[in-house]
Structure formats: C-alpha cells, structure tokens
C-alpha cells in the first residue's frame, strides 16, 4: 500500500474545518481520512509545526530566485568582460608583464 501525499493547501482547508467544526472526526469522515492523521494536522498546526506556505508562495519565491540569479550572471559577465579588457590593455601597456598575466 502507497503513501498519499496531500498538498499544504489540503492540509490546511481539513484543518480549518476541523477547528470550526471542533469535531476531527466528523472532517474526517468527509474527506476520507483517518481521524488521528487529522488530530495530528490540527494539533501541528497549534504548535506551528507545520509549514503555512502554499503552493502559490513558492512559486513566486522560485520566480524572484531565478530573477535575481539571472541578474548576478549578468554582473558576473560584465565583470569577466571587464577583467578581460583590463588585462589587454596592460598587456598593450606593458609586453614585458605578458608572461605575468596568465
């Protein structure tokens, strides 16, 4: 027999249920779960245990990483560029540090 895996939203729509109701028997009759593993969500989400970030906030947190990733190779290029071009002119400069450069 395979474990389910239920989404944070899941999670916490049976959740609040649970706490509205006051009943986690009753949620979890209507979802078809066993009634401890609800106990067990409920009782988690007193104690703060489980995470409150939805599926939507990672997400935007993945799309703002990846933004500022492209952002630093870009940084990381020009600065390469730079060093390249600095590196030519000294080597123009100065042809007895040519050896020294590499």
Known sequence: MTRKKYTIDFKQQVIQEALETGNNAVVARRYDLNPNMVGRWVREHKKDKLTKTSDAELVQDYNQI????EQLKKLLGEKDLEIAILKDLIKKKN??????LK
């Open 66 to 69: 990846s933004k500022e990733n």
């Open 95 to 100: 042809p007895h540090l040519l050896t020294k």
